[in-house]
């Protein structure tokens, strides 16, 4: 069993910074795609940003490619989502998510273990 936990949410002014944290706790899992992901009101759940095998590799939505960047701590079992020059657009619950295959195109569908979120608010 897979556990994530969202940490680094707040309220921040446009052109700020923010940094979130996801704690991962891989049980038997074997380590393949941790991704952020995001969930506005209303609006349907859409990926950010994934990091494959310990940050061999990453990709991201292009909204936030160039203003945020994810990276990991093998040794902690961290996922961070750093997020700079946010925008009002960017309010939404965040959440990272766990995949065993598959989550290079940040598809919710592939993921299947989520944490409970972390909201993140961006005035203008």
């Known amino acids: 069993q897979v556990q994530l936990v969202e940490s680094g949410g707040g309220s921040v002014e446009a052109g700020g910074s923010l940094r979130l944290s996801c704690a991962v706790s891989l049980g038997t899992a074997s380590p393949n795609y941790v991704g952020w992901f995001r969930q506005a009101p209303g609006k349907e759940r859409e990926g950010v940003a994934t990091i494959y095998h310990s940050g061999i590799s990453t990709n991201y939505a292009s909204s936030v490619r160039g203003r945020f960047a994810i990276t990991q701590d093998k040794a902690k079992n961290i996922v961070y989502l750093q997020m700079n020059n946010l925008k009002p657009e960017d309010t939404a619950m965040y959440y990272c998510?766990?995949?065993?295959?598959?989550?290079?195109?940040?598809?919710?569908?592939?993921?299947?273990?989520w944490g409970q979120g972390t909201q993140v608010t961006v005035s203008s």
């Open positions: 998510a766990f995949a065993p295959e598959l989550g290079w195109d940040l598809s919710p569908s592939r993921y299947q273990f």
